[in-house]
């Protein structure tokens, strides 16, 4: 009896669990299905350890990952960010993080690389106090990263 | 406020260059106005780059990307008079989208 019921309701619930993916990824590109859940706990993480950690691990570095940020930025607020891979060194990226050790919230974007699109994301994020900025890049669920320090003259809050 | 976003696709050799600039203030949820109260959080949290329809780029934000988001990134497959869409949206469910042709 007990058991009959149980598993109604598990049947049910597994039953709204598939309605609600169904709704969830049926607007979605099927290319992009398996990397399609915004990593909403690694957005939240404080502290870039518990970042990484959501993500997966601590990234090796690598040099096949080129990382541009200015040394100086003037203005903590618009700090312009380019990721780009050399595909000798690093073929098959398949996500790009962007990461500011010290803001209050390290991971301020993640990209996902479709087959055909190069490794390659320029944008401008917020930096609230000088610190490292990170590039992470994922490879068939490897993690490796570059880092690259800005110093930030006037932070990134609005102050 | 659904934004408009400016985007400019251009042929480079083998692969096309996008640059999408958004409208979109990006707010923390950290700042306070003037009045000492708090400034909702106000972001894009997910943007989309499509090529004739193909998705070839796909990117989850968070509010520390920029206000007015610049977006830049290259793909191979495109040719001159393709359609390329940006679309994006925040985490009120409002959406901005903008289209252009590869020049």
């Not at chain 1, 390659?120 to 000088?130: F, G, I, L, W």
């Not at chain 2, 977006?71 to 903008?98: H, M, R, S, Y």
Request: proline content about 6%; charged content about 20%.
């Amino acid at each position: 009896m007990n058991h009959s019921i149980q598993s109604a309701g598990m049947a049910r619930r597994n039953f709204l669990r598939l309605g609600a993916f169904v709704a969830a990824t049926a607007m979605l590109p099927a290319k992009l299905l398996a990397a399609m859940v915004r990593p909403a706990d690694a957005f939240t993480a404080t502290g870039l350890d518990s970042t990484f950690a959501q993500i997966g691990g601590i990234p090796e570095l690598h040099d096949g990952i080129i990382f541009s940020t200015p040394d100086i930025a003037e203005n903590g607020a618009v700090v312009p960010v380019k990721v780009e891979i050399d595909g000798n060194k690093l073929p098959k990226v398949d996500k790009i993080y962007v990461m500011v050790e010290k803001n209050p919230n390290p991971l301020s974007a993640m990209f996902n690389v479709p087959a055909g699109t190069k490794p390659y994301v320029e944008t401008r994020v917020k930096v609230a106090q000088t610190c490292n900025l990170y590039a992470v890049v994922d490879v068939d669920g490897k993690l490796y990263m570059a880092a690259k320090e800005t110093k930030v003259t006037l932070g990134g809050c609005g102050g | 406020m659904a934004g408009k976003i400016r985007i400019r696709a251009q042929q480079q050799g083998d692969y096309t260059e996008v640059k999408a600039l958004m409208r979109h203030p990006m707010e923390t949820g950290l700042r306070k106005d003037q009045a000492g109260e708090p400034i909702p959080a106000h972001f894009i949290e997910e943007v989309t780059v499509t090529h004739k329809g193909n998705v070839v780029m796909h990117a989850y934000w968070g509010a520390a990307v920029s206000a007015n988001p610049f977006l830049g990134i290259q793909f191979e497959g495109g040719a001159p008079g393709d359609e390329v869409a940006v679309v994006w949206t925040d985490n009120k469910g409002e959406t901005g989208e903008g289209t252009t042709k590869i020049r």
